[in-house]
Every structure is written in structure tokens, then in C-alpha cells.
């Protein structure tokens, strides 16, 4: 792989036009043209655009998903899960589409390993800064890895249509159990391990990406101030979402990914994104080994009762974010050079 940021205009394989194609930016030049004389205007109607877009694909799939959903629940159907599935990819593919026709160009730095594969299984780690996060992993992600899912609590599955597609989608479900529930009952003390392995059963026999934030949470000023972070641009790594995860599924993943997104303009939020206010966003993947041992150890479910274990994985973790902040300053150096110039 490469590890220098290259501009990349992230041309997908299976759109041989994408952003080349004759008239394809029609949209996109003429929201460029009313910025150039009503900036204030032309946000309005970009974020018009495209979360109309996203609002109304969202509507017209919901009910294919959902009778394609019955039918895999209810009979397993493997034509059911695959259909669901595609569903989903042409939902992210479309909003994908915005960012390519409908957004001011974005900038993107891409830094990958070669050998990525949508048949793959992949634990993915990653800062968090924005919920555009999530997009930005989703869009280098096609037709590079394969679809996206994260441990969601159980109780989702009650909210309308977005319980139900996770679902659908075999997104891990768990049901936690809070410290006060263990203290009273000292049984329940390796049930989110137990949970997590149950959870992840129905995605050990698919592809998939596993997203882990290993922070917890997002980064605000406010939240690195309270923690006292020693990471410049980064909150303390928490350990136990990715144990659980490399516990459950480790002896059948291809890879842990680490992901890097970096905003070089400050960090944005979600409207930001949809009314084309980024300009530049910067991302690194590369692959990271877990140590032999320490995954033994993992994968036998040691983390929760054994404390060599877990002062052992908070090292590992530790090391990793070190290098992370370095790789965050290399790479704003770099963006600054290339601004530059």
C-alpha cells in the first residue's frame, strides 16, 4: 500500500463515468454558479437537493427492504438476504452519487492497501469526530469492502423502519447489562461476551465490515478538556466495544482495519456535508495485527475477568493511537504543503 496521501477522485469500478460523463455535473455546475453570486442561496438548495434525495430513496426502499426482510426472517430465504442486501448497496451507492454529482467537488486524500476485497471480513477501527464519519467510511468503502455494520443495543429493533432494516441486515444486537445489574448478579458478569458471540453468529458466514469507534464517542473540546486526553486531536481509546468484537469474531476475520479521517478545515457536521461546505477530507486505511497472544486470549473471552488481559489490550491500544496522532500530523502537513502549492 501506499502510505503518502494522493488526491484521489475515487473513480468507482463499476461506473466507468462517474464524474467524466458528459452532462453528469449539470446539476453540479449550475449550484456552482449560484454560489458564485448567492452562497446562501445555493446552500439552501444543495441541502434541498440532497437530503430530499436521501429522504425520498429512503421512503421507495423502505418497503422492498421491509417485505424482503419478512421473507428472509421468516424463512430464511438465502434470495431474501441477498436481495436485502442489494437494497441497501443502492441506497448507499445513491447517496454516494450525491456527494459525486450533486456537492462541490470534494478534495479527497486517500491513502489504501491494494489488497481490499468486498468478500472480505474486516474488523474496521476509526476516530470519530462528526457523524459524517460514517458517510465518508461508507463512500471510499464501495466497491472496496463490504457493507458496513456496528454493534447497535437491542432495543432498536423497536424503532420504526431504522430497527428493522439493522435488523434486516444482521447488524449486531446486544443487550447489556449495566454495572448496577452485574453487582446484584455476579452470574451476569460474561454475558456481553456471550451476547456478542451470539450476536455476531449470523455474520461469520457473509462478508462484512465491522465499524468500531474506538473512542466511544465523538471528539468535542468539551470532552477532551474533561479527560485530559495526551492525544492532541484524539480521545482516550475505550477497549471493550473492540474486545468483544475481536472476541467474537477474531478467528474469522481477514483484517483489522485502522481508518484515520482527518477534516484539514475544521471539523464539520452533518448539515455541513449536505450543503457542501467541505471542501477537503483526508482518510487512511491500513491493516494492524493484533498480537498472537493477546488475541488468544480475546477470542477465550479472558477480557472481562482477567486483568492481564485487558491492561494488555489497552496497551496495544495505546501504541495504536500514538501512531495514530503522528499519522494525523503527517497528514495535515502534507494537505498544508500540497494548499500550498
Known amino acids: 500500500m501506499s502510505n503518502s496521501l494522493k488526491k484521489c477522485s475515487l473513480q468507482q469500478p463499476s461506473d466507468p463515468a462517474h464524474k467524466d460523463a458528459k452532462g453528469d455535473n449539470f446539476i453540479q455546475a449550475t449550484l456552482g454558479k449560484l454560489r458564485q453570486t448567492s452562497p446562501t442561496l445555493a446552500k439552501a438548495a444543495t441541502f434541498a437537493a440532497t437530503t430530499g434525495t436521501i429522504a425520498a430513496n429512503s421512503s421507495l426502499l423502505s418497503v422492498p427492504l421491509w417485505g424482503m426482510g419478512l421473507v428472509k426472517t421468516l424463512t430464511g430465504n438465502p434470495f431474501a438476504d441477498k436481495a436485502v442486501q442489494k437494497i441497501t448497496d443502492h441506497w448507499i451507492h445513491t447517496n454516494n452519487q450525491l456527494i459525486d454529482k450533486v456537492l ?18 474486516y474488523i474496521l477501527i476509526s476516530n470519530h469526530q462528526s457523524w459524517v464519519d ?19 443495543k437491542h432495543e432498536l429493533i423497536y424503532i420504526p423502519v431504522v430497527g428493522q432494516a439493522f ?43 465491522l465499524l468500531n469507534f474506538v473512542e466511544g464517542t465523538r471528539f468535542t473540546q468539551q470532552k477532551y478538556d474533561q479527560q485530559q486526553s ?5 480521545l482516550k481509546p475505550k477497549a471493550g466495544g473492540i474486545a468483544l468484537a475481536l472476541g467474537a469474531l477474531g478467528d474469522v476475520i481477514d483484517g483489522v482495519l485502522d481508518v484515520t479521517i482527518v477534516y484539514p478545515d475544521g471539523i464539520p457536521n452533518y448539515q455541513d456535508l449536505w450543503q457542501g461546505n467541505i471542501s477537503r477530507i483526508a482518510v487512511d486505511v491500513r491493516h494492524v495485527t493484533v498480537p498472537p497472544d493477546l488475541m488468544q486470549r480475546l ?10 488481559t485487558k491492561a494488555d489490550m489497552y496497551a496495544w491500544l495505546e501504541q495504536l493511537w500514538q501512531q495514530k496522532q503522528q499519522r494525523i500530523d503527517t497528514m495535515r502537513a502534507e494537505l498544508a504543503k500540497t494548499s500550498a502549492n
Not at 107 to 120: A, Q
Not at 183 to 198: S, T, V, Y
Open 299 to 308: 477470542l477465550a473471552g479472558r477480557y472481562q475477568e482477567d486483568e492481564a
Open 230 to 234: 495526551p492525544f492532541s486531536d484524539l
Open 167 to 209: 435488523y434486516f441486515l444482521d447488524f449486531p444486537m446486544m443487550k447489556r447489562y449495566s454495572k448496577e445489574a452485574i453487582a446484584k448478579n455476579p452470574a451476569l458478569k460474561n454475558r456481553d461476551f456471550e451476547e456478542a458471540k451470539r450476536a455476531c453468529q449470523l455474520l461469520v458466514n457473509k462478508p462484512f465490515t
Open 104 to 121: 462541490p467537488n470534494i478534495e479527497f486524500s486517500l491513502s489504501l492497501p491494494d489488497d481490499l476485497s468486498t468478500n472480505g471480513k
Open 134 to 152: 460514517t458517510t465518508v467510511i461508507q463512500y471510499i468503502s464501495e466497491n472496496r469492502l463490504p457493507l458496513t455494520r456496528f454493534f447497535t
